[in-house]
């Protein structure tokens, strides 16, 4: 059973910075997909940015430029750089990996981003 366990969530002032960290554990080799996801209270989850095996990645409009997704293959991690954040950031942080383009998802417990001054 795959593990995934987010880190780096909490407090910041609008125009701050966050770093997010989502680990794998468990009988997977590597993950072909790998990204974040948020969500708030009583709207859908919508993905944040994505970062793919063929080293493509998407983001959100609502994030270009200010948020960067990377991968370290080897340890099988996927962090995300937030930068200049916005109040309508604030949410539930979600990290996703697939083993395949095609495979079931694996979710991590989410972290709480909450930005105000």
């Known amino acids: 059973q795959v593990q995934l366990v987010e880190s780096g969530g909490g407090v910041v002032q609008p125009g701050g910075s966050l770093r997010l960290s989502c680990a794998a554990s468990g009988p997977v080799a590597s993950f072909a997909v790998m990204g974040w996801f948020r969500q708030d209270p009583g709207k859908q989850r919508e993905m944040v940015a994505t970062?793919?095996?063929?080293?493509?990645?998407s983001y959100a409009d609502s994030v270009k430029g200010r948020f960067t997704i990377s991968r370290d293959n080897a340890k099988n991690t996927v962090h995300l750089q937030m930068n200049s954040l916005k109040p309508e950031d604030t949410a539930v942080y979600y990290c996703?990996?697939?083993?395949?383009?095609?495979?079931?998802?694996?979710w991590g417990q989410g972290t709480q981003v909450t930005v105000s001054a």
């Open positions: 996703l990996m697939r083993e395949t383009f095609f495979s079931d998802a694996w």
């Open positions: 970062t793919f095996s063929d080293d493509t990645q």
